[in-house]
Structure formats: C-alpha cells, structure tokens
C-alpha cells in the first residue's frame, strides 16, 4: 500500500514536472531526466528486491534453520543412543554409525555386529510424539492426530534399509544374514504404541535399549572372527 500511494504522488508530479519543464533550460532538463530515471530505476528495484525476498530469499533462510535444527537433532539423538549401546553391550560389539550403502543415497543410522548377530537402528529424535499403529503412524501437534504418509514412516524406511544391507553384505560374500532391526527414539515420550502387531520393534526412550537387547539371543553363527569379516567389510 505504501508503495501505490507513492507511486500515485510521483505520477501527479511528474504530470505537473513535465508540463513545466519544457520552459526550463536545458541543463535543469537534463536534471530532471537523470533524477526521474534514477527515481524510477530505483523504485521498481526497491519493489522487485522485496518480491524476491519474500518469495524466494525469506523462504530458503527459513529451510536452512529448519534443516540445521534437524541436523542438530539427529546428532543429539545418533549420540545419546550410541553411547547407550556401548554402555549396554561393552567393547566386544561393533557399532558403524552413518553407514552408506554404495550406490545408495540414504545412510543407516547405526549397525552393531557383534554375538548376538547383526542389529539395525533407525534413530529419532524429534520434538513431537509418534503414534505407532498396525499398519499406520501419526504425528501428534497440538492435540491432534496426523497421518504419517506410508513412504515417510520409520519402519517402512528401517525394513527397506535392512533389505538393501542384506543384498549388500550377500553380494559381499557373507551369504543371507538374518538382521535384527528396531526404530530408537531418544525420548520416551517421542513415541507411543497403540497397535498390537506393529511389525518393527520400536524402543520408546533410550532406557529402554538395554531391554530390547536383553530379548535378543546370541547367534552362535556370529563367532567373533566372523563378525571381524562383518565388520571389515562394513568398514570399507
């Protein structure tokens, strides 16, 4: 609004510059050109800068913060959960964080190799509470419940993830490996169960790994020479 009523006050003096102008010399002439353009050059540039800005500029600083913020969280909670495992399981476990299947654009968050076979975490942390249905997940904001899309929930993404891990370490040599598999969540009170048949283990809090280990039995295929070939090749 305020650049229309200068932009009508400029039209009025222009129209009333113009008409008296013409009876100037020419130097005061050639002044009021040079202002004119100048005036117009810069009011059109002052309006299409604020037009970028609010349609382009603010928008993309916006995503930057959030996606710092989210960065910042998953290495909040890629840390919180690791420490807990090597407290848990103790220094004869491999734990390979930010694995990169090659060829793979996504990375898995942690893999620990160790006796009890090979276990994938996908790691949350996240200010709002997940709901874990049978077949479905919600988001939980202000009260109210919303639907997760299918490609978006966690344990879609953790069984995907494991798939591609088993064809990987196949193709490796190691053969079919049964992979245990579990979505962490840093904070209890970041998810909630509410079906019954959820089909991947989701650990609720990091206090509660230790349980979720402890219902894991040890695999007598996982000698430690051939979880050292595991990890040998995961470290490559």
Same mark, same amino acid.
């Given at each position: 609004m305020f650049f229309i009523g200068l932009a009508v006050l400029w039209s009025v003096a222009l129209v009333w510059s113009v008409w008296h102008i013409k009876n100037q010399p020419p130097i005061m002439q050639v002044l009021f050109l040079f202002s004119t353009t100048f005036f117009v050059l810069g009011f059109f540039g002052n309006w299409l800068a604020n037009k970028i800005e609010n349609r382009w500029l603010d928008p993309f600083a916006d995503k930057l913060i959030e996606d710092a913020r989210r960065a910042e969280l998953g290495d909040e909670g890629e840390d919180g959960v690791c420490d807990e495992l090597a407290k848990v399981l103790g220094a004869e476990y491999s734990i390979h &964080?930010?694995? !990169?299947?090659?060829? &793979? &654009?996504?990375?898995?968050?942690?893999?620990? *190799? +160790? +006796?009890? +076979?090979?276990? *994938?975490?996908?790691? !949350?942390? &996240?200010?709002?509470?997940?709901?874990?249905?049978n077949t479905m997940s919600y988001e939980e904001k202000n009260g109210n419940l919303i639907s997760i899309p299918y490609k978006d929930d966690p344990r879609r993404k953790l069984i995907s993830y494991c798939h591609d891990l088993e064809s990987y370490l196949s193709h490796k040599g190691l053969g079919k490996l049964p992979i245990n598999k579990a979505v962490v969540f840093l904070k209890k009170e970041s998810a909630r169960i509410i079906g019954d048949e959820i089909h991947v283990w989701v650990v609720c809090g990091v206090q509660d790994l230790g349980k979720y280990l402890d219902g894991i039995k040890n695999d007598l295929l996982f000698t430690p020479e051939f979880c050292e070939k595991i990890n040998s090749v995961l470290k490559q």
């Amino acid at each position: 609004m305020f650049f229309i009523g200068l932009a009508v006050l400029w039209s009025v003096a222009l129209v009333w510059s113009v008409w008296h102008i013409k009876n100037q010399p020419p130097i005061m002439q050639v002044l009021f050109l040079f202002s004119t353009t100048f005036f117009v050059l810069g009011f059109f540039g002052n309006w299409l800068a604020n037009k970028i800005e609010n349609r382009w500029l603010d928008p993309f600083a916006d995503k930057l913060i959030e996606d710092a913020r989210r960065a910042e969280l998953g290495d909040e909670g890629e840390d919180g959960v690791c420490d807990e495992l090597a407290k848990v399981l103790g220094a004869e476990y491999s734990i390979h &964080r930010n694995f !990169k299947i090659p060829g &793979r &654009r996504y990375d898995i968050d942690a893999i620990v *190799v +160790g +006796g009890k +076979g090979i276990i *994938v975490f996908e790691i !949350k942390n &996240r200010v709002s509470t997940t709901l874990f249905a049978n077949t479905m997940s919600y988001e939980e904001k202000n009260g109210n419940l919303i639907s997760i899309p299918y490609k978006d929930d966690p344990r879609r993404k953790l069984i995907s993830y494991c798939h591609d891990l088993e064809s990987y370490l196949s193709h490796k040599g190691l053969g079919k490996l049964p992979i245990n598999k579990a979505v962490v969540f840093l904070k209890k009170e970041s998810a909630r169960i509410i079906g019954d048949e959820i089909h991947v283990w989701v650990v609720c809090g990091v206090q509660d790994l230790g349980k979720y280990l402890d219902g894991i039995k040890n695999d007598l295929l996982f000698t430690p020479e051939f979880c050292e070939k595991i990890n040998s090749v995961l470290k490559q």
